[in-house]
């Protein structure tokens, strides 16, 4: 499994900059890396000084490049629908539309990026995958999107099954399944088409809660507009428990802007000189930091101490009156800013009601009685 480095905060070229240096300063240290832009646009080419397309294609020695083409990737996937529907299905439904007539509906370049990016990780051809995405909210509710899918999928299968109808249509589902489908449908007919879902979601979720497999880095000019967009992101990156690990900023003198930051370190990264296609980018990535590092030091979105009944939340940038809790079952939400997060409790607090929240630290502390 791969290292998968992403970008958030400031507009422009600036995270594409800081993408290509990061991935030639992991690709010189040996790593087999692959630096994939979101951008379907010129700019990550002409940085780049080459062709980009979607496949994967080299770009350096151990760096290789592709540029995710919306429009190619929902071909492809939907090529793998049919074939899917062909082999579970005796009379197939979907043969007649073609990939080619498809269109792209808001929301597609997300979920298809996000599995793009699943299925080049498990490939095990790569030791690290530099994202360059869009760097704003949007990254961060795709790269939620295991956990959210994952909710969706475990509550309303629950509240199905727990339903007079679920109860009704429960004994009849199986045979009428196995006639029309061409597969063994036995057992519990629910759990079976979600249990492969949820084990894909499960590991999604797994990836991006951990430092060492997934990691962010903010870029952020020393404008005001900017500090504020960026701290924003970086409380917002804790909801989906994305961690970050440290700052990038566009300017000479990173040491006055670390206390906007704290406790993350502030590092400077100097102007892109020359001309393309020959940009001197050494200097970029000599005063990059070491993802491995900063993995090390940085702050967890969520800590749990069941003997002490309290839930620790790192959310930077919200106060206590920006977040609203709201406590269903084993499950505690979490709203702050635009993001919700349904944290799942361990057995030792299920059941238990909040009795305190305080912020202490930029933590969000929960209590539970």
Do not use: C, H
């Not at 979607?54 to 074939?83: C, I, Y």
């Not at 005063?287 to 003997?307: C, H, M």
């Not at 809790?325 to 030792?348: F, H, K, M, Y």
């Amino acid at each position: 499994m791969a290292l998968i480095l992403t970008f958030l905060g400031s507009e422009g070229t600036d995270r594409t900059i800081a993408a290509i240096a990061s991935a030639k300063r992991l690709a010189a240290e040996g790593k087999r890396v692959l630096l994939a832009f979101q951008d379907p646009g010129p700019a990550p080419s002409l940085l780049l000084g080459q062709p980009l397309s979607a496949d994967p294609a080299s770009a350096g020695e151990n760096l290789q490049a592709v540029q995710f083409l919306t429009a190619t990737l929902l071909e492809r996937s939907w090529d793998e629908v049919k074939t899917l529907e062909a082999q579970y299905l005796r009379t197939p439904l979907l043969k007649s539309v073609y990939s080619q007539e498809l269109g792209v509906l808001p929301g597609m370049d997300s979920a298809l990026a996000l599995n793009s990016l699943r299925q080049l990780d498990s490939s095990g051809q790569y030791d690290a995958i530099v994202y360059d995405g869009n760097g704003d909210l949007t990254t961060l509710r795709m790269l939620g999107m295991p956990e959210v899918l994952d909710w969706y999928v475990r509550r309303f299968r629950d509240v199905f099954q727990q339903s007079d109808l679920g109860r009704a249509l429960g004994p009849f589902i199986p045979p009428v399944a196995a006639t029309v489908l061409a597969v063994d449908w036995s057992g519990n007919i629910l759990d079976r088409p979600t249990g492969e879902m949820r084990s894909i979601l499960e590991e999604g979720k797994a990836a991006i809660n951990d430092p060492y497999r997934f990691m962010a880095l903010l870029v952020s000019k020393p404008e005001e507009t900017a500090i504020a967009t960026s701290r924003y992101l970086w409380g917002s990156a804790q909801q989906v428990g994305l961690t970050v690990g440290g700052v990038l900023m566009m300017a000479e003198n990173p040491a006055a802007y670390e206390a906007s930051f704290a406790p993350l370190s502030v590092y400077g990264l100097p102007s892109l000189s020359g001309s393309v296609p020959n940009q001197d980018w050494q200097p970029l990535i000599a005063a990059l930091p070491d993802p491995q590092a900063l993995a090390k030091a940085a702050p967890r979105s969520v800590t749990i101490d069941a003997a002490a009944g309290t839930v620790s939340l790192f959310l930077p940038s919200f106060d206590k009156s920006q977040v609203k809790l709201i406590q269903s079952g084993p499950e505690v939400t979490i709203e702050a800013g635009d993001q919700r997060r349904n944290l799942l409790l361990p057995p030792a607090l299920t059941g238990r009601p909040v009795k305190g929240a305080k912020f202490q630290d930029q933590y969000l502390v929960l209590t539970f009685a």
